[in-house]
């Protein structure tokens, strides 16, 4: 049984950068699955951040926030991470990592991770 | 503004069965079917219940099915029960420039 333990910090000052790490155990990070980060702002819907390919490495992201955003894995800390710069208030939201056996599909999550970004 | 439509609620008696739509294009939901619907209850992770548009994870009641016409996907709960009500998000591959869209969520409530 896979399980995804997010740390990171709850706040975030504005202009700064937005970094959590998810922490994977059950299943090897560098098989054929997906590592996500899907984000959810306070009492909205759900928005596709991006992915990281366990196997090849390839990351994958929403064109909307491509130029902010990396996802990276480290693979001898079975660990996948997300950096997000230059935060709004707008990117206030809790952030879900998650795998998938493909980019467009997670069926394992982890607890989520809420950031408020204010100073 | 979500890339895929979906109704703000539905509701239904237990024992009824709902239908829920989600609403895309030629580029995403009629372009492939790789439409998924996840639950989320309040303060919970969202769970995979849909994949592939009709595909069940393992541990998924039969009660829940999906189906697809054109660019609309839709997602059937039968014989609701109180445990159903929850949001329900879809999502959609929409091509390598843009791999995921979701919808803006639905609201079942069991009266």
Redesign the interface.
């Given at each position: 049984q896979v399980q995804l333990q997010q740390s990171g910090p709850g706040l975030v000052k504005p202009s700064e950068t937005l970094s959590l790490t998810c922490v994977v155990s059950g299943s090897s990070i560098t098989s054929g699955y997906y590592w996500g980060w899907i984000r959810q702002p306070p009492g909205k819907g759900l928005e596709w951040i991006g992915s990281v390919s366990g196997s090849s490495g390839s990351t994958y992201y929403n064109p909307s926030l491509k130029s902010r955003v990396s996802i990276s894995l480290d693979t001898s800390k079975k660990q996948f991470s997300l950096k997000l710069t230059s935060v709004t208030a707008a990117d206030t939201a809790l952030y879900y990592c998650a795998r998938g056996g493909y980019t467009y599909v997670y069926g394992s999550w982890g607890q989520g991770t809420l950031v408020t970004v204010s100073s | 503004q979500?890339a895929l439509t979906q109704p703000p609620s539905a509701s239904g008696s237990p024992g009824q069965s709902v239908t829920i739509s989600c609403t895309g294009t030629s580029s995403d939901v009629g372009a492939y079917g790789?439409v998924?619907w996840?639950q989320q209850h309040p303060d919970k992770?969202?769970?995979?219940m849909i994949?592939?548009v009709t595909k069940r994870?393992s541990g998924v009641p039969d009660r829940f099915s999906g189906s697809k016409s054109g660019n609309t996907a839709s997602l059937t709960v039968s014989g609701l029960q109180a445990e159903d009500e929850a949001d329900y998000?879809c999502?959609?591959?929409a091509g390598?420039?843009?791999?995921?869209?979701?919808?803006?969520?639905t609201k079942l409530t069991v009266l």
């Open positions: - | 979500s790789y998924s996840y992770a969202p769970k995979l994949f592939d994870p998000y999502s959609s591959y390598s420039n843009n791999p995921v869209v979701f919808g803006g969520g």
